[in-house]
Every structure is written in structure tokens, then in C-alpha cells.
């Protein structure tokens, strides 16, 4: 748009250092605090390792999204297309305040889970994907994001959505999640209702989820022998979903 000058400007044309774009395009970030690795004893013996992914790592993780977004079953393409797109959006600093974990099995990623604060109290859940099935990977994956969410960054709910049935019996169910009155509030992904848990509900009887579900609860004191089975991340060869 142009719009003629109401007065005379000793420079017409200004110019501009993209760089000074970019800080009111990205804004102030949060101090948040790093989420510490930890594990976690599957049922079936095998031990989850999980930390933040590092930026690294994106190129590898963005080629394995693009194999996910083409597997037309329980939802992995709509979810591995908005995971592409979220892992870009943190690479390209197009999120505001995100987390990315990931859950390695002997050094396999095998799961991973994201989100990211909408402020200090609020936390956005975006989405959670087992990478190898059956082990409950998923379901671990996100208690460990929501752990992040209230026992670390001290936020005081937890809004997600569901795009898939699994994603709904796991936690949407599984966690007994009541939801906001829809249309009225909308999550982000699609406009989809939103489903909460609030820090009150967390530490009554949230907490307990992983126990329940896995049978185990996260493990903050990691092994030297867990750290180093999973010191090389290593994206599966083939797609195992
Ligand atoms: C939702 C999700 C993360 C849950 O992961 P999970 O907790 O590890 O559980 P799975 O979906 O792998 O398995 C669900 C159940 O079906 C069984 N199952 C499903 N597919 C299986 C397979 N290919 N092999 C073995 N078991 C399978 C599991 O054993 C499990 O049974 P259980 O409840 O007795 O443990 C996972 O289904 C997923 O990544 N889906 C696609 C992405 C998605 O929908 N994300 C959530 C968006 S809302």
C-alpha cells in the first residue's frame, strides 16, 4: 500500500535491516527451563531414553517426517505433515517457545513429542508420535511432555486436541481429560476441541499415569550405560508404524 505523504520527508525511502524484522517477527522469548533426560523401563524390558532434540538433528528428523506423512493409517499422515512442519517452524524460529523431545530406544528414535507455551501458564500441546509400536512409546512420550509442562516449567494447564483415535484413547481418555466448550474455544490444530488438565487435576491424579499405563515412572538419575546406548541418535531405515 502507498498512501501520498501529508508532509516532506528528507528520505522517501528508507531502508531497512532485515534483522530488525525479524525481532518483531519473533518477539521475546521465554526463559524456559531445560528438560532434563531421563528414562523409563517399558513393559516389555526395554528402556526408554528421553531429552530434547537437538537442532542438529532436524535435517534427519525432517526426512523421516517425510516418509511418515505418506503412511496412510491411524492418522501418521496428517500428524507427520503437522510434525514436518513443526519441527521447520523450530528451526526457522516460527514457533513461539517450543519444546521437542525425543525418546530413543538403544539409540532408535522411537518416539517424540512436542509442544510449546502459549505463556507462562499455558501450555500447548501439539503432538506426540510412536515411531516403533507397541511398547506404549507414545503414551510415554507425552506424560513426559506434560511432566515438563507442570513439575518443571511450573505451568498451571495443559490444552491439547486429538487427531487420531489412538491419541484419544490414550489420553484423551486415558487421562479423563475434560474439554472446553467447542466452537467457543478452539484449539490451534484445525480448530479442534480442546481437551485440559489443570495443575490441580495434574497432581491429584494425573501423576499417576505412567505408573498406570507403563508401569514405571520417569527416571532423572540416567545410567552412564543408558546415556551411552543412546549417544548416536539414529533415525529407523525403514518406516516401523
Ligand atoms: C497415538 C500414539 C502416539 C500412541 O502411541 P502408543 O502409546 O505407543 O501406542 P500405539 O498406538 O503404538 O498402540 C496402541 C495399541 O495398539 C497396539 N498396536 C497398534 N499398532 C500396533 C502395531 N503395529 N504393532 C503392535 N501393536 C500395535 C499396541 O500394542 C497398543 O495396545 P495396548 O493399548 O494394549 O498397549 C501412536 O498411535 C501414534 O503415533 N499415532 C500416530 C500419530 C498420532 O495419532 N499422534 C497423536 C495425535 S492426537
Not at 532434563?36 to 513393559?43: A, F, I, S, T
Not at 518443571?152 to 474439554?179: D, F, H, V
Request: proline letters at 4%; one cysteine or more.
Amino acid at each position: 500500500m502507498k498512501y501520498e505523504l501529508p508532509t516532506k520527508a528528507s528520505q522517501e525511502v528508507l531502508s531497512i535491516d532485515a534483522r530488525e524484522i525479524e525481532a518483531m517477527l519473533q518477539g521475546p522469548k521465554l526463559a524456559i527451563p531445560a528438560f532434563p533426560e531421563c528414562m523409563l523401563k517399558l513393559k516389555d524390558g526395554r528402556t526408554l531414553y528421553i531429552r530434547e532434540a537437538k537442532m542438529e538433528e532436524v535435517p534427519a528428523m525432517l526426512s523421516y517426517m517425510e516418509k511418515l506423512m505418506k503412511v496412510e493409517h491411524d492418522f501418521y499422515d496428517i500428524v507427520g505433515s503437522r510434525v514436518y512442519s513443526e519441527i521447520l517452524g523450530w528451526k526457522r524460529k516460527r514457533l513461539k517457545d517450543p519444546y521437542t523431545l525425543v525418546g530413543l530406544v538403544d539409540g532408535v528414535w522411537a518416539g517424540f513429542a512436542n509442544g510449546r507455551l502459549m505463556n507462562e501458564d499455558i501450555n500447548i500441546s501439539l503432538h506426540t508420535m510412536a515411531l516403533i509400536r507397541g511398547g506404549r512409546i507414545g503414551a510415554a512420550m507425552y506424560y513426559a511432555k506434560a511432566y515438563y509442562g507442570f513439575e518443571i516449567i511450573g505451568n498451571k494447564e495443559w490444552w491439547a486436541t486429538y487427531e487420531s483415535y489412538n491419541g484419544w484413547l490414550r489420553w484423551g481418555l486415558g487421562m479423563a481429560q475434560p474439554s472446553y466448550p467447542w466452537p467457543d474455544v478452539q484449539h490451534e490444530l484445525g480448530g479442534a476441541k480442546v481437551f485440559y488438565v489443570t495443575k490441580k487435576y495434574w497432581d491429584s491424579t494425573v501423576k499417576e499415569y505412567v505408573r498406570q499405563m507403563v508401569g514405571a515412572d520417569l527416571d532423572f538419575n540416567v545410567t552412564d550405560e543408558v546415556r551411552k546406548a543412546n549417544e548416536k541418535f539414529v533415525v529407523p531405515e525403514e518406516v516401523l508404524v
